[in-house]
């Protein structure tokens, strides 16, 4: 027996691994009483267990972590990706189609965004996906009022710094004018809060619609709003080189050449 299985695991891990939430999430989720281990609520993330503890969250045991599982999901606007919302406004998670198991997004989309979200059981594929270091390149379909010139995106292929922070240089092409409007496909790495409504402002332009097509290698496709199709365990493993089983620990190589991932709709 290895002196981590003696040991136990911490608590927040553990978690993360059931698919609960990200560790992050976990902890917080500890710090406000909602975690039980063998009957006594705990506040601290400070704890390890083992196989042999029982652990409720919200007063529901967790089981055996499940086998590690992605999702495409197409996002419609007017939904907020959060668990629960304090002014009462539709969640991405109330949206989702029967059936789906308990799952994480991997980063959000604001209310006005749209297009693909990825979902997960897995906390360390969310972990692992959402981190800067991975360089997962997110392609956006963007849609401006006015008539943009080549100059005046110039200043975004080099990085910009707006309100003190640093915005690293985008991929930003001209697509077409359609009317008042101007489309462009603008492509990030970082994925900070309203990073390219911020970048398009600070450069005088104005966002009216923001449409996420592919996340790494992950497409949007033909996936039509509101619905979800899982990607296939072969996939997976090619994809993130994540085992059927959930290690917590998919080995993420960003700059390699990855296949199209084939997706089964739910």
Same mark, same amino acid.
């Given at each position: 027996m290895s002196k981590e299985t003696y040991m136990g695991e911490r608590?927040?891990?553990v978690l993360a691994r059931?698919?609960?939430?990200?560790? !992050?999430?976990?902890?917080r989720m500890i710090e406000a009483g909602r975690v039980k281990v063998n009957g006594d609520t705990i506040t601290s993330p400070a704890l390890n267990v083992t196989d042999?503890?029982?652990?409720?969250?919200?007063?529901? @045991?967790?089981?055996?972590?499940?086998?590690? !599982?992605?999702?495409?999901?197409?996002?419609?606007? +007017?939904?907020?990706?959060?668990?629960?919302?304090?002014?009462? #406004?539709d969640t991405v998670?109330?949206?989702?189609?029967?059936?789906?198991? !308990?799952?994480?997004?991997?980063?959000?989309?604001?209310?006005?965004?749209? +297009?693909?979200?990825?979902?997960?059981?897995?906390?360390g594929i969310k972990r692992k996906l959402e981190l800067p270091s991975t360089g997962w390149l997110r392609k956006y379909r963007v849609r401006v009022k +006015? #008539? @943009?010139k080549d100059e005046s995106v110039a200043p975004l292929r080099k990085g910009i710094t707006i309100d +003190?922070? #640093?915005?690293?240089?985008?991929?930003v092409t001209l697509d077409r004018q359609q009317g008042a409007n101007a489309w462009l496909t603008i492509a990030i790495r970082e994925g900070k809060n309203r990073e390219i409504r911020r970048a398009m402002e600070a450069v005088g332009l104005s966002v009216n619609r923001l449409i996420r097509v592919s996340y790494g290698p992950f497409r949007l496709g033909d996936l039509k709003p509101g619905e979800v199709e899982e990607v296939r365990a072969r996939v997976l !493993?090619?994809?993130?080189?994540?085992?059927?089983?959930?290690?917590?620990?998919?080995g993420v190589k960003p700059d390699a050449k990855r296949k199209r991932p084939v997706r089964k709709r739910r």
């Open positions: 608590i927040a891990k059931a698919g609960i939430a990200s560790r !992050r999430g976990a902890e042999a503890d029982a652990i409720m969250v919200d007063d529901k @045991p967790v089981g055996e972590p499940e086998p590690s !599982r992605l999702w495409l999901y197409h996002k419609p606007t +007017g939904l907020i990706t959060t668990e629960r919302d304090d002014k009462g #406004r998670f109330a949206a989702l189609p029967p059936g789906m198991p !308990r799952v994480m997004s991997v980063g959000r989309l604001d209310i006005n965004s749209e +297009g693909l979200l990825l979902l997960t059981n897995d906390g +006015g #008539r @943009p +003190g922070e #640093r915005f690293q240089p985008m991929d !493993r090619d994809q993130l080189g994540q085992d059927a089983k959930s290690d917590g620990s998919p």
